[in-house]
């Protein structure tokens, strides 16, 4: 079986120089400096390589997806800078973030820039025009759910949501660019409308599982590893599956209040943050959240069963495991 991780690296290392050379050296030198950052920086490159995959599991020309696959990357990339901007975190893997390096205003227009060049990028893609139009559709549409995401996502901080509308908010904010990416690359490859609707369900599923597990590392995480501050979930109020389950089945009303008066609570001590953590842990709601990820994955899974045995399926499967089951 595939090291979902070790292949990551691999495919990784094929698209880094694709993924380098769609930005050139323009003025301002400030722009282009900030608009690089992030993409140059490395990654785990979830996105791009699995719309390098998706293409070449329905027997397409993988070369084919890689312009593909470096405009998603971009999209994701300007979605970062203006997450960072908006959480006024002031670290991302390590690095300064741009709003802070860069200042605010250039933060916007480098995430701006990138989100253009992604355009520009696939409107240059090799393939037949209603190609391009299923393309474009799938993605622009990915883009316009995750603006609706993310206000959701804002929304929802300091307040409780069901786990529908968590699970829908994640959807939005997370999967729809990773459906966009496998759909995307399907059709480049060739699949027929059946198929691709399949694989942009399996990205939909493995997008959910990747963060709800996502979500688990940032209340249990080993922050050497994932470069977030463990606890900045609990003080910013956010409202994962972990806190709703817990709301929800926590029968101590000193209990209860004792949970709610830690979310949301900026000024939250570590050890606060901790016993918020350690609540949820004893509610059986970090279980909960783990084993719900996991049926996630495993719908992804079985969405794709359909596909020719083959590196690319094993790597599409290999790499929703490891969704659920990684240290950063």
Known sequence: MIDAKEYLKKMSAELDGPIKSYIGDEEPKVLMDASKQYPYAGGKRMRPAMAVACCRAVGGNGSKAVPLAVAVEYIHNFTLIHDDLMDEDEKRRGMT???????????????????????????DLDIPSEKMR????????????LARGQQMDINNE????????????????TSVLFAAAAAGGAIVGGATPEQVKAINEYAIELGLGFQMYDDYLGVA??????????GN???KGKCTCMVTHTISVLKDQKLLDEFKSILGNMDATDEQCARA?????????????LDLAKKKVENAI???????????????IALAKYAVDRDV
Not at 108 to 117: E, R, T, V
Request: charged content about 25%.
């Open 97 to 123: 973030t741009i709003h802070v390096g860069y200042g605010p205003a250039t933060a916007i227009l480098a995430g701006d820039a990138l989100f253009a060049k992604a355009f520009q990028i696939i409107a």
């Open 134 to 145: 299923a393309v474009l559709q799938y993605v622009t549409k990915a883009v316009w759910d």
């Open 158 to 173: 300091g307040n409780i949501v069901s786990e529908e509308v968590y699970l829908e908010t994640i959807k939005l904010k």
């Open 221 to 230: 995480g080993d922050s050497s590893k994932t470069g977030k501050s463990v």
């Open 233 to 235: 979930d609990i003080r």
């Open 277 to 289: 953590r350690q609540i949820m842990e004893d509610a059986g709601s970090i279980q909960y959240n």
């Open 302 to 316: 079985s969405k794709i069963s359909f596909l020719p045995e083959s590196e690319d399926k094993e790597f599409m």
